[in-house]
């Protein structure tokens, strides 16, 4: 299974991105636990946003209001819509995912990672 991450780059404060996380290599996959994390230099990777199979949800405080998570079960992709950006929200973002296919049971997954820059 590989997770593809896209949709980050340069925004203005005040502006918008969407980004998105494919999960793709499996014939059939379950997936549980679907998550946002973001690092930025010198500080620790940090949780954004989580999105249960049961439809949990929980955000970071930092992001409540502005940022939604969602997801595509037909496309097997997940969504971070980040509306209001902030010069604070400039960070690597990370998408992971457990999910569990017949073969190798449940595992996390993480994309490569996708770079948001909030400048004017």
């Known amino acids: 299974v590989q997770l593809q991450a896209s949709g980050g780059g340069l925004v203005q404060p005040g502006g918008s991105l969407r980004l998105s996380c494919a999960a793709s290599?499996?014939?059939?996959?379950?997936?549980?636990?679907m998550s946002w994390y973001r690092r930025t230099p010198g500080k620790q990777r940090e949780l954004v946003a989580r999105?249960?199979?049961?439809?949990?949800?929980n955000y970071d405080d930092a992001v409540k209001g502005r940022f939604t998570i969602s997801r595509d079960n037909a496309e097997n992709t997940m969504y971070l819509q980040m509306n209001e950006l902030t010069p604070e929200d400039t960070a690597v973002y990370y998408c992971?995912?457990?999910?569990?296919?017949?073969?190798?049971?449940?595992?996390?997954?993480w994309g490569q990672g996708t770079q948001v820059t909030v400048s004017s």
């Open positions: 992971s995912e457990n999910i569990w296919t017949p073969s190798d049971g449940s595992v996390d997954y």
């Open positions: 290599g499996a014939n059939w996959m379950i997936i549980n636990i």
């Open positions: 999105l249960t199979s049961r439809g949990d949800v």
